[in-house]
């Protein structure tokens, strides 16, 4: 009967940290992660003299409480530091992502295609099989 108690205290006490062993995070762990974040892109857009309106037009998913908190202080600590804004340097157009590798590939077989001066036209799978 004393071994009853010990395997229940050892089964207890797996069951409560299975989620960290597991690599789950918890409720606080993903709050605390979104703040960090909120503020972290709050201070970049700052530091690139971006408007706070903006920088939640920019970034929607993100916390407004935590990128206002981030934007404020990097606000006083370049006040404090008499720092200067970097403004952005990349044009819209150049800091999109691309939507996946397949349209990178695309796009490189696109590029050697046209290298003299002739584009050739690709057929699509569907037009290969008649539909």
Same mark, same amino acid.
């Not at 960290?20 to 857009?45: F, M, P, Q, V």
């Not at 981030?70 to 600590?77: K, L």
């Given at each position: 009967m004393p =071994? %009853?108690?010990? +395997?229940?205290?050892?089964?207890s %006490? %797996?069951?409560l940290?299975?989620?960290?062993l597991l @690599? +789950?995070?918890?409720?606080t762990?993903i #709050? *605390? =992660?979104k703040?960090a974040?909120?503020k972290a +892109?709050? #201070?970049a857009?700052?530091?690139a003299?971006?408007a706070i309106? !903006?920088c939640y037009?920019?970034?929607?998913? *993100?916390?407004k #409480?935590?990128?206002?908190?981030?934007? =404020?202080?990097? !606000?006083?600590?370049m006040?404090?530091n008499k %720092?200067?804004p970097?403004?952005p340097?990349?044009?819209?157009?150049?800091?999109?992502? &691309?939507a996946?590798?397949e349209?990178e590939?695309?796009a490189?077989?696109e590029d050697?295609?046209?290298? !003299? @001066?002739?584009k050739? #036209?690709?057929?699509s799978p =569907? &037009? *290969?099989?008649?539909?």
């Amino acid at each position: 009967m004393p =071994r %009853l108690p010990v +395997i229940a205290v050892l089964a207890s %006490l %797996l069951v409560l940290s299975g989620c960290d062993l597991l @690599g +789950i995070e918890g409720a606080t762990a993903i #709050a *605390a =992660r979104k703040e960090a974040e909120g503020k972290a +892109i709050g #201070a970049a857009c700052r530091n690139a003299a971006r408007a706070i309106e !903006d920088c939640y037009t920019l970034n929607r998913k *993100a916390d407004k #409480a935590a990128v206002y908190a981030g934007w =404020r202080e990097m !606000d006083d600590y370049m006040r404090e530091n008499k %720092l200067e804004p970097v403004p952005p340097q990349l044009t819209p157009d150049v800091a999109k992502p &691309k939507a996946s590798d397949e349209d990178e590939e695309s796009a490189v077989a696109e590029d050697e295609s046209t290298k !003299d @001066g002739t584009k050739q #036209a690709k057929a699509s799978p =569907r &037009k *290969a099989a008649g539909h």
